[in-house]
């Protein structure tokens, strides 16, 4: 099965305490989403094509104003990523490591 497109990166955030970058909006909440556990395997694909493979490091609790619709969950991958690694425009997507094609909902 190729990769599950989950959403585009809008912005970047670093927060004090929280030992990853967080990337908003996040994953949807809809339906047909499946279940996305922390651990689950990610691919980043920038607008230059560059294709990050990484891992979600933890949900992020965030009050978003205004609130995106469908609601989202912001995410945060693990160090060394950072802003100049994940610009905005970058692609998110539940990776499928056997054959690395992307799949958009």
Same mark, same amino acid.
Do not use: C, N, Q, W
């Given at each position: 099965m190729p990769d599950l497109f989950?959403? &585009?990166? %809008? *912005?970047?955030?670093? /927060?004090?305490?929280? #030992?990853?970058?967080?990337l908003l909006p996040g994953i949807p909440c809809r339906e047909n989403? !499946? *279940?996305i556990v922390v651990g689950a395997p990610l &691919?980043?694909?920038?607008p230059g094509r560059s294709r990050i493979e990484t891992t979600l &490091? #933890?949900?992020a609790s965030i009050r978003m104003q205004p609130? !995106? %619709?469908?609601l989202c969950l912001p995410i945060a991958v693990p160090y060394p990523l950072t802003k100049e690694? /994940? !610009?905005?425009?970058s692609r998110v997507y539940l990776a499928d490591s056997e054959h690395g094609g992307v799949l958009d909902l």
């Open positions: 989950l959403f &585009a990166v %809008e *912005d970047v955030l670093k /927060i004090h305490g929280l #030992s990853g970058h967080v989403m !499946p *279940d &691919a980043i694909v920038t &490091a #933890s949900y609130r !995106p %619709e469908p690694h /994940i !610009p905005p425009g």
